[in-house]
């Protein structure tokens, strides 16, 4: 069975670990150091979704954009957003501003691609307390259908971060294939 | 590890019979200690095998053996020389470590000898345990004395100091006190004594000066004997001795490896040369780098018959296209090439240049417009080096984006269409959902671009519908088989358009043709269609000129030029107007010949239109100064009556042309007279009187109407005026009420209001000036406006 590409975009304010989270992703790796990222940087990995479904022998490739941080003063080049199946919506769960703009990012990605599936991503839990965790999940809610879930992850220890992306490939193909 | 000696030393006691006296041979120690092993040999405690028994050893030399005094025959000399072999085997313990048990070494020596122990011997000690005070130590001593069998004069210590002599005296006064009589030494003395020497021998330069030439001497055996063995022992260790060899001393280390190493390399180059290429490899281009950096002229002389020879080559080759290119430079095919050089805008040299430098194309991806997902990919077999299509894919759309994404204008909707790095580019062929991008070395040509619009075109019209490209979903197998056909054929041919399309200078050469056989039939066909234009607008002058012409303006006429020849065709009704027709168009062409071929028809007239064409030349002859007439139509006798007044008599004339010239008019009637027509007269009046006298009434109001009567289709204007004297705001209001005053007379003298307009003007008449009497200015005139309104 061929391989199925796929273009999935990170976006989420500067700093909330996006580039982290897919070289952790990726590379299996780790830094602390912090490198803006310009423009958009873009890396692949391949996903067997068996891992998901026992039966499943279907391979995603998935092209993962990372797209630059965004702020109030400069906002997501659409145009990048355009053609993806899927968005991964980071924030810092240690910034609560980055929390309270993903709904911003969601609806910005809806509105360019109605079919595009999300995971929103909280990141960083590993330096927050799990009450605290538990009380920003609870504050928070997305009403587009597209969102998958909301997972805690962190690109420094590995939480999740396998999780939600192979969940989002498994979402994208299984729209495709409905 | 077996002992190596114990043959030389059996063998010696043949030549130790003598006696000496042990101390007269000091400094020269280890020859007694010689003298003393030479001693025990001959107590033929040496003759038991030992446990392990070892492979003859070359026997040491015999020289100072004379030398060794007779050893006396004792059972307990004979216990401690078996002890003494044995204890070579056993590792010295630290001189720093606690002595606890002396007696081990005994034990170990005990189990390989069946000899009587002694009550010193027999205390045991485990192996490898720190050697205890006593005895122990005691045969440590003798053991390390006896191990060496080459002369110790020819091994000095490490320090290059001879043995103690100190030590050797009292060693050898121990032992001659324990061979010759024990009873000599009281105990304590002797325990005392022990101590000493144990002391001694711990002392690391003793033990080096000591065990040094024989351990150099056992290694040498135990290599020459058991190699194997000796590389199990040494291996671990190994890298650790040539590790910290090297960091002490560098230099040393690489002097003791370079002669070695060259020959090292080519045999491993030899055996396994992946190897060799492999550790290298990572280096070389740094390596490289810093040579050149280095020693640049070395380096370029180093690669010169390589290089040089491959640049040779190439050149030559590009040297060759370039003269077959100059040869052709004035053929059709050179001529073309420098038009396109001068539309380039660059030199014949730089375009012959270019065009000899390969073009190749090393991959072709088709790519989905948004999302940069690889469509479809194509890439050079035998390729060192494979594009990695879904990155290059994905950033070559995000810079697309980029840049739309900092377009100003939203209207703008230009392009990428190439990039270009030194050694390559990329170019760039959109469409609508999908685009081509073609990596590149060499300048692409023209016809490369026409080539990408081609085949984006043939995969767009063949495969674009359906929303297979749109909606691509990132499975390859959706794309069919002939897109990567298509995608090849650039890759392969990349010049190669399709066959409707013009490629070469034949297809060139008959465009060529073409357009000289278009020259040659435009050129004349230009020139007949100019003089067609010409003669056209020649005629259309005429008959502008016909139809301006009064008298002939209600007739079609035509006209034609034929060979210098303007000929005239239509109908007139009388001879007059067909010759008048000849002239006025003689007048405008007067360098053609006129054909007149109007007809001169007489057409039954028709006396509506007659009357109007009456009324209209009525309307114009007014307009000549002195005219004043009015014409009457009479149907019965087709005459014209002419009433009025015409001041010259030439102007008589114009108008009795213009009547008689009307189709149907066959007499033209003159009834004029010095009198004014009534619409010339005025009615006056007193100073603000609006009453108009009896007079008036009678000589000139009815005269009017009668005038008005008999002219049905007249109207006229009536027009108020007032003298200068009164208020201007009363006159304004007086002058139009003059007007009307006269109006209602003539609408009660049976004249139709709507034939009658009134007019206020507080001025005087235009014909009356300022000087005159007032009471010219205070009156009614009247206009004829009447005939044409009728006209119209």
Known sequence: MAIISKKVCMIGDFGVGKTSLIRRFVE?????????????????????LQHLEVDLSQEIKLLIWDIEGQTKFKAIASS???????????????????????????????????????????????????????????????SEHQVLGIYNTSAKTGQNVDHIFETLAFKIWRQDNR | MPLPQENPVSSSHQDSESPSNPTVDSPQTPESLEGLFSLLDDL??????????????????????????????????????????RKIISPLPPPDQPKTNGRGNTED???????????????????GQPLSEGRGNTEDSTSVSAAPKTPLESAPSPEGQPLSEEAVEQLRALFLDLLLGDNNYPANELEAKVAQLEQELHSPNTLNRLLSPGFLQLFASQVNQAPQEV???????????????????????????????????????????????????PAMGRAIKEQIRLEKDAMVDALYPVIGNTVSKYMEEVVSQINQRVESAFSLQGIYRKIRAKMQGVSDAELILSESLPFTVQAVFLIHKTSGLVIAEVQQEGNDTTLEADMLAGMLTAIRSFASECTVHPENTSELTEIDYENFKIILEVAGYCYIAAVTQGDPPPAFHTKLQQTLSAIILNYGYGNLIEEFNGNPDSIPRAVYDLLKAILNSPLELEPEKPTSSKPRGVLIIFLLLLLLISVPLSLYRARQHKIQQQITT???????????????????????????????????????????????????????QILAVQVPPDPTHIEAEVRRHTSVLNRIGGVYIIAVYDPIDNKVSVEGSIRQ???????????????????????????????KERIYFDPNATNISQNDRDNKLIPLVDFLQRYPYIKIRLIGHTDASGDEQYNRTLAPRRAEVVKDALIAQGIQAERLETKGDIGSPPDVAATDPFWKSRCVRFELIGLIETNE
């Open chain 1, 28 to 48: 299996r790796q780790f830094s602390d150091q912090y490198l803006s990222t310009v423009g958009v940087k873009i890396s692949r990995k391949i996903v067997n």
């Open chain 1, 80 to 142: 990048y957003l355009q053609g993806a199946s899927g968005i991964l919506v980071v924030a810092d769960s240690t910034r609560q501003e980055t929390i309270e703009h993903l709904q911003d990012h969601v609806k910005q990605f809806v509105a360019i691609n109605s079919n595009g599936m999300i995971a929103v991503a909280l990141n960083k839990v590993d330096l927050v307390d799990p009450e605290d965790i538990e009380q920003i999940r609870k504050n928070m809610s997305f």
């Open chain 2, 44 to 85: 033929d405690l040496m003759e038991k095998p030992a446990p392990v028994s070892p492979p003859p050893t070359p026997k040491p030399p015999q020289k100072n053996r004379t030398k060794a005094p007779p050893p006396p025959k004792n059972s307990l000399s004979s216990s401690k020389q078996k002890t003494k072999t």
């Open chain 2, 109 to 127: 020596s005990t189990s390989v000898s069946p000899a009587p122990k002694t009550p010193l011997e027999s205390a045991p000690s485990p192996e």
């Open chain 2, 231 to 281: 590389v199990q022992a040494l291996f671990p260790i190994i890298d650790l001795v040539i590790g910290a060899k090297s960091h002490q001393d560098t230099q040393a280390m690489s002097k003791a490896l370079a002669s070695a190493i060259p020959g090292a390399f080519s045999k491993q180059l030899g055996d396994a040369p992946d190897e060799i290429i492999q550790a290298i490899a």
């Open chain 2, 542 to 596: 005429v008959l502008n000129a016909l139809s301006t012409t009064p008298e002939l303006a209600l007739y079609r006429l035509d006209a034609t030029i034929e060979k210098n020849q303007l000929i005239l065709t239509g109908k007139l009704p009388n001879s007059y107007l067909q010759e008048k027709a000849a002239v006025v168009a003689g007048s405008i062409v007067p360098d053609l010949q006129i054909d007149n």
């Open chain 2, 649 to 679: 008599a030439s102007a008589e004339n114009i108008v009795t042309e213009a009547f008689i010239q009307i189709p149907g008019v066959t007499q033209v009637i003159f009834r004029l007279s010095d009198r004014l027509l009534p619409v």
